[in-house]
């Protein structure tokens, strides 16, 4: 899976239509100050050491069984909001005919998969090694699509025509963890993509799925206008169904 600034409007190839610009590292620049703004004046996140284990950890707060522990609570998670607007400003892009899109099979040489990446809620656990699950809104633009013939993936990629409407709305989930990027040089911990593997999905506990699934169901009913992105508040406004 690939991140990628596009520009959309009058572009070489449609009218309108996407145009490449760059791939991006959405998790070490816009996710990581994101979450750093999100966090209460004065928490500082530890650095987990190298020898770490991917996917975080709750050791010490937690139970075998995965409850609370009475004698040694888990610090509240940071729930948090981005929309596509919040990402690309962190990014350096602010004009509104920026686009950030998802390729989600960047190494699949004979089609085409890609969404537009709208909004993005987060949970960040601050306690022992430090690790933040989210949730990705998408609008599927071209979904395991065949280009036209004597046209290659990668030229399509490159610049496309906007796709027809309606477009289904998809989410995924996907983890981070905050660790120092594999041979750096200045030993700074960010934020990066759990790592690639059969499986890569985030383990939900109850904080999590009580943060997301109101905001999921809102998105999908549609029964209100209100944008239900609410920075760094978490705070969700009462169903209106």
């Known amino acids: 899976m690939g991140f990628f600034v ?3 409007g009058a572009v070489p190839c449609a009218s309108p239509g996407y145009q490449l610009l760059r791939s991006v590292n959405l998790a070490g620049s816009a996710l990581t100050a994101i979450i750093a703004g999100c966090l209460p004046p004065g928490t500082t996140l530890p650095t987990p050491p190298p020898s770490a284990p991917p996917g975080g950890t709750l050791s010490g707060c937690l139970s075998p069984q995965g409850l609370p522990s009475a004698s040694s609570p888990c610090p509240s998670p940071i729930r948090w909001c981005a929309t596509d607007a919040d990402l690309l400003s962190h990014l350096g892009y602010t004009h509104p005919d920026h686009r950030l899109v998802v390729d989600m099979k960047p190494n699949v040489p004979s089609v085409v998969s890609l969404y537009e990446l709208k909004k993005v809620w987060g949970v960040t656990y601050v306690h022992g090694n430090p690790w933040t699950v989210v949730m990705l809104q998408l609008e599927a633009l071209w979904v395991d699509y065949h280009p036209p013939v004597g046209t290659s ?12 409407r309606p477009r289904a709305l998809v989410h995924e989930f996907l983890y981070l ?11 700074v911990p960010t934020w990066l993509w759990g790592p690639s593997g059969m ?9 999590a ?4 699934i109101p905001h999921l169901r809102h998105e999908l009913l549609r029964h209100s206008e209100t944008d239900v992105c609410v920075g760094c508040s978490g705070v969700l406004p009462p169903p209106t169904c």
């Open 6 to 8: 596009y520009e959309y």
């Open 209 to 212: 799925l009580t943060y997301f």
């Open 177 to 187: 963890n905050y660790r120092v990027p594999p041979r750096s040089r200045s030993g």
């Open 153 to 164: 993936v990668t030229a399509f990629k490159a610049c496309f025509p906007d796709p027809p």
């Open 199 to 207: 499986v890569n999905a985030p383990v939900l506990f109850e904080d």
